[in-house]
């Protein structure tokens, strides 16, 4: 089409997509998800009139289509079996140079919280800086029914926003250790190593073994993952960044996707460790290829 290479004003198809995904997954938590509404909302953009301002507009599309699929997602989610977490984003040190906390997986549990129209709200003001009257055009209210929307949902994440250590190769090391230390059954060091209000969260989805509910202090957390870490000492693990924070990926034998772990790493501790269990929550880490349920 001449000149749609003019209107996107130096953003390559490329940014503009990518804008639609970093939207729609911070409203979703699913990559899955994401790229359906990223697709969709290019999709749109093809056939509308060239817009003055593509992110903008983008935004406001990935936006309205995330709160369509969230609204059907949470009937979903209230009876989804045992914990659930975000779909994980992983890459290597540079995929994550643009990485910020609203990434994380616990930022992404947080904003659970919510009514899809408070996460609406408050991610457009919070992460992507939009003013209330932006934010009140594109949810379609009152720029006062907006700042509501903000202040409501700031009261209910004050108390949980995580505040991560901000020395990435010492949280990096951290993990390093402490899945030596599980490997090695060293349960003091792991002890050492967690908070004493640490929480372990596995995300099995019902379709593979996983703790059907959160496990809460350092002893426990240590004593069921070196059990854990016991059983999976013949599997190959690559540590990579999960969602921005140190992880790991577990493969089986024939190079099939086991499990994701993520650390959230707290003034030099591991305050939570999540484990995305689930096969479907792992097909974008396997690559396309058939993930491992054990």
């Given at each position: 089409?001449?000149?749609?290479?003019?209107?996107?004003?130096?953003?390559?198809?490329?940014?503009?997509?990518?804008?639609?995904?970093?939207?729609?997954?911070?409203?979703?938590?699913?990559?899955?998800?994401?790229?359906?509404?990223?697709?969709?909302?290019?999709?749109?953009?093809?056939?509308?009139?060239?817009?003055?301002?593509?992110?903008?507009?983008?935004?406001?599309?990935?936006?309205?289509?995330?709160?369509?699929?969230?609204?059907?997602?949470?009937?979903?989610?209230?009876?989804?079996?045992?914990?659930?977490?975000?779909?994980?984003?992983?890459?290597?040190?540079?995929?994550?140079?643009?990485?910020?906390?609203?990434?994380?997986?616990?930022?992404?549990?947080?904003?659970?919280?919510?009514?899809?129209?408070?996460?609406?709200?408050?991610?457009?003001?919070?992460?992507?800086?939009?003013?209330?009257?932006?934010?009140?055009?594109?949810?379609?209210?009152?720029?006062?029914?907006?700042?509501?929307?903000?202040?409501?949902?700031?009261?209910?994440?004050?108390?949980?926003?995580?505040?991560?250590?901000?020395?990435?190769?010492?949280?990096?090391?951290?993990?390093?250790?402490?899945?030596?230390?599980?490997?090695?059954?060293?349960?003091?060091?792991?002890?050492?190593?967690?908070?004493?209000?640490?929480?372990?969260?596995?995300?099995?989805?019902?379709?593979?073994?996983?703790?059907?509910?959160?496990?809460?202090?350092?002893?426990?957390?240590?004593?069921a993952y070196a059990a854990i870490?016991?059983?999976?000492?013949?599997?190959?693990?690559?540590?990579?960044?999960?969602?921005?924070?140190?992880?790991?990926?577990?493969?089986?034998?024939?190079?099939?996707?086991?499990?994701?772990?993520?650390?959230?790493?707290?003034?030099?501790?591991?305050?939570?460790?999540?484990?995305?269990?689930?096969p479907d929550k792992l097909c974008?880490?396997?690559?396309?290829?058939?993930?491992?349920?054990?």
């Amino acid at each position: 089409m001449a000149g749609r290479s003019e209107y996107l004003k130096g953003l390559t198809p490329l940014a503009v997509r990518s804008r639609a995904f970093d939207v729609a997954y911070r409203m979703l938590g699913s990559v899955a998800e994401a790229e359906d509404v990223a697709q969709e909302a290019m999709l749109r953009l093809t056939r509308a009139e060239p817009p003055d301002h593509p992110n903008a507009w983008i935004t406001t599309v990935a936006t309205r289509l995330s709160l369509d699929v969230l609204r059907s997602a949470r009937v979903r989610r209230e009876a989804y079996i045992g914990p659930w977490l975000p779909e994980p984003l992983v890459g290597d040190v540079a995929d994550q140079v643009e990485m910020t906390d609203s990434l994380s997986q616990a930022f992404l549990v947080l904003l659970e919280r919510l009514t899809p129209t408070e996460r609406a709200a408050f991610v457009l003001r919070e992460v992507f800086d939009y003013d209330y009257a932006s934010i009140a055009a594109v949810l379609h209210r009152g720029e006062a029914s907006c700042r509501q929307l903000v202040v409501r949902a700031r009261k209910r994440l004050a108390t949980g926003a995580p505040r991560f250590d901000a020395d990435v190769a010492r949280r990096d090391a951290l993990l390093e250790r402490f899945l030596a230390a599980a490997e090695a059954g060293d349960l003091p060091a792991l002890e050492a190593m967690l908070a004493e209000d640490a929480i372990f969260y596995a995300d099995g989805g019902g379709k593979v073994a996983a703790a059907r509910h959160p496990l809460h202090g350092a002893a426990r957390i240590a004593r069921a993952y070196a059990a854990i870490a016991r059983k999976q000492r013949s599997l190959e693990r690559r540590l990579v960044h999960v969602n921005g924070q140190p992880g790991r990926i577990l493969f089986d034998s024939a190079g099939n996707v086991v499990d994701v772990l993520a650390v959230d790493v707290i003034d030099g501790r591991v305050h939570a460790v999540r484990i995305v269990r689930n096969p479907d929550k792992l097909c974008h880490v396997s690559g396309g290829r058939r993930v491992k349920a054990v």
